[in-house]
């Protein structure tokens, strides 16, 4: 597929109007494509700015960050990235809903929080499986919505993330709270059956590499987001 990039340019304050109209289209796509966005309201910024830690704490002190983004959606996990990235660091926000990564490149243009960043991201509107191998990032920022996936493909996205990861470098991902309990009161045992052998491949992946998970409660649904990193 096309990569759209990003230019800067001059900007509109930020209305209330075109952060709703931000929420409509989530909303709308949502309910179209429920098992690729996970949820029917965009991520908060408490979820953001937790999602945006390794960025924040770069390991080398002003040394440029190459960082990919996952699912970037709307661009509300996008906010949390623009805030903590300085100059020189680079980003490739990868969105496969060809209406969100439409939206994304425009608010790289007319978002004050997102146009700082403008001529250093570049939206893809493709599968993150065909970003391909020929780069790599010091940092990983995935809102996948593992949840509703299947093992094996949680399995092969987890495996690709490691493979474009560079020796020491990190990997945030986050899951809703309370999804698998809820799931074994209302699902069908079909589905149950099929999270519960995706949790038990996600866990794995946390128990191999995992350094840190916290909870964010200023979310709706509230979620838990896992900080992994791969061994130098």
Known sequence: ???????????????LDERLRDTGLFLSQAVRTFKATGS??????ALARAMAEQIRARPVPGQPLRIL??????????????EAMLPGDTADLVE?????????????????????IAGSATVHAKLVGEMGTDRSYDVIVSGLPFANFDAEDVEE??????R???????????????????????????????QARTSWVVQDWIDRYGIRSEKVFAN????????LRKPA
Do not use: Q, W
């Open 1 to 15: 597929m096309s990569e759209t990039h990003s230019s800067t340019g001059p900007y509109p304050a930020l209305r």
């Open 40 to 45: 029917v309201v965009p991520s908060s910024a």
């Open 69 to 82: 983004e996952v699912g970037a959606g709307t661009g509300a996990i996008t906010r949390g990235l623009a």
């Open 96 to 116: 496969s809903n060809r209406e969100f990564a439409d939206h994304l490149s425009e608010l790289l243009t007319t978002d004050p929080d997102l146009a700082r």
């Open 157 to 162: 996205i987890l495996e690709y993330y490691f």
């Open 164 to 194: 474009v990861l560079e020796p020491g470098g990190h990997l945030s991902f986050y899951g809703y709270l309370y999804t698998k309990e809820v799931k074994a009161v209302i699902a069908r045992r079909e589905d149950y059956l099929r």
């Open 220 to 227: 709706i649904p509230p979620a838990f987001v896992h900080h």
